[in-house]
Nanobody
């Protein structure tokens, strides 16, 4: 199977920065899109930013100019650099990877366990 392990969450003051990492491991033939989602208390999970295998990124407007996604395909790892953090960025952040586990297999979405990001005002 495939495991996604996240790291880098924590507590930071408004205006501060955090960097999240997520490494995929296990039975991986290829990884297509990777991304970061978040879920705040009482709200639905929402997409924050995604990046395809070629490095093309999509970013939600609310974090544009503050958050940057990147990936290292050799390490099956995706990163999220978060700058100028705001209290409304407080949420559990989940990484996602769309993985093919064998040559002709389907692409399946896998999720990390989530990491808490708390921004104090």
């Amino acid at each position: 199977q495939v495991q996604l392990v996240e790291s880098g969450g924590g507590l930071v003051q408004a205006g501060g920065s955090l960097r999240l990492s997520c490494e995929a491991s296990g039975r991986i033939f290829s990884i297509n899109t990777m991304g970061w989602y978040r879920q705040a208390p009482g709200k639905q999970r929402e997409v924050v930013t995604t990046i395809d295998v070629g490095g093309r990124a999509n970013v939600v407007d609310s974090v544009k100019g503050r958050f940057t996604i990147s990936r290292d395909n050799a390490k099956n790892t995706v990163y999220l650099q978060m700058n100028s953090l705001k209290p409304e960025d407080t949420a559990v952040y989940y990484c996602n990877a769309r993985v093919r586990t064998w040559t002709w297999g389907p692409e399946v979405d896998y999720w990390g366990q989530g990491t808490q990001v708390t921004v104090s005002s």
